[in-house]
T-cell receptor, first 117, second 116 residues
Framework: DSGVTQTPKHLITATGQRVTLRCSPR?????VYWYQQSLDQGLQFLIQ???????AKGNILERFSAQQFPDLHSELNLSSLELGDSALYFC????????????????FGPGTRLTVL | AQKVTQAQTEISVVEKEDVTLDCVYE???????LFWYKQPPSGELVFLIR??????QNEISGRYSWNFQKSTSSFNFTITASQVVDSAVYFC?????????????FGKGTSLLVTP
C-alpha cells in the first residue's frame, strides 16, 4: 500500500458526460501528479500540482482540468467524454516539488479505471 | 527531447531463469534520474529503484539488479532466478531538468511472464 488513495476505483459513464476523479496524497506529500494509461498512448503525464499551485502540464486535453485543494487532495475533472478517454488514471504523490539536488520518488495510487460507453 | 525505449514488448521465461529487461534513454540534460516501476496484474504501479545520472554504480537488491551505463544510455534490469510472482509489466522512466516539470517520462513497458 503506497499510502495514496484514489476514488472511485471504477467508473462507467457515457459519451458527453463529465466525471471527477479524486486523489489523496500520502501524508506529508505536497506534490500531486496525474497520469493516464491507455493501450494506445501508454503511460502519459497529464498535470502536476504542488502545494495547491499548478506546476507543470503534459499532454492534458482542454476538456480536462484539475485542482489541488488546501488539504492537498486533488481532483481531475474530465468533461465532454469521448470513447478514447477510456483509460486507467493514476495519481502519484511525492514530498517535494521535484527540483534541486534530488528528485523524490513518486508513489502511485491504485488508479481509477474509466470506461466511456 | 526526452525519450525512453523499451524494445522488448513481451518476454516469457520459465521459473528460475534469469531475465534482463532493456531500457535505453535519450536526454540532452546532464542531470537526470532513471526509474523502474513494476505493474502487477492487479494494476498498481510499484516503485522499484531510482538512479541519478552521476552514480553509475550497479545496484543489487535481492534477486533484482540494475546496470546503468551512460556510455550506451542504458539502464537495464535483471531478475535472477525468476519467480511466478515476478510476472508483471515493468516500466523504465526518466526525469530530467527539461522535462515537463518533474514528471516521469515512461517507456512503453515490457510484459514479463514467468511460467512454472
Amino acid at each position: 500500500d503506497s499510502g495514496v488513495t484514489q476514488t472511485p476505483k471504477h467508473l462507467i459513464t457515457a459519451t458527453g458526460q463529465r466525471v471527477t476523479l479524486r486523489c489523496s496524497p500520502r501524508s506529508g506529500d505536497l506534490s500531486v501528479y496525474w497520469y493516464q494509461q491507455s493501450l494506445d498512448q501508454g503511460l502519459q503525464f497529464l498535470i502536476q500540482y504542488y502545494n495547491g499551485e499548478e506546476r507543470a502540464k503534459g499532454n492534458i486535453l482542454e476538456r480536462f482540468s484539475a485542482q489541488q485543494f488546501p488539504d492537498l487532495h486533488s481532483e481531475l475533472n474530465l468533461s465532454s467524454l469521448e470513447l478514447g478517454d477510456s483509460a486507467l488514471y493514476f495519481c502519484a504523490s511525492s514530498v517535494a516539488e521535484g527540483g534541486g539536488s534530488s528528485y523524490n520518488e513518486q508513489f502511485f495510487g491504485p488508479g481509477t479505471r474509466l470506461t466511456v460507453l | 527531447a526526452q525519450k525512453v525505449t523499451q524494445a522488448q514488448t513481451e518476454i516469457s521465461v520459465v521459473e528460475k531463469e534469469d531475465v534482463t529487461l532493456d531500457c535505453v534513454y535519450e536526454t540532452r540534460d546532464t542531470t537526470y534520474y532513471l526509474f523502474w516501476y513494476k505493474q502487477p496484474p492487479s494494476g498498481e504501479l510499484v516503485f522499484l529503484i531510482r538512479r541519478n545520472s552521476f552514480d553509475e554504480q550497479n545496484e543489487i537488491s535481492g534477486r533484482y539488479s540494475w546496470n546503468f551505463q551512460k556510455s550506451t544510455s542504458s539502464f537495464n534490469f535483471t531478475i535472477t532466478a525468476s519467480q511466478v510472482v515476478d510476472s508483471a509489466v515493468y516500466f523504465c522512466a526518466l526525469i530530467s531538468n527539461s522535462n515537463s516539470g518533474y514528471a516521469l517520462n515512461f517507456g512503453k513497458g515490457t510484459s514479463l511472464l514467468v511460467t512454472p
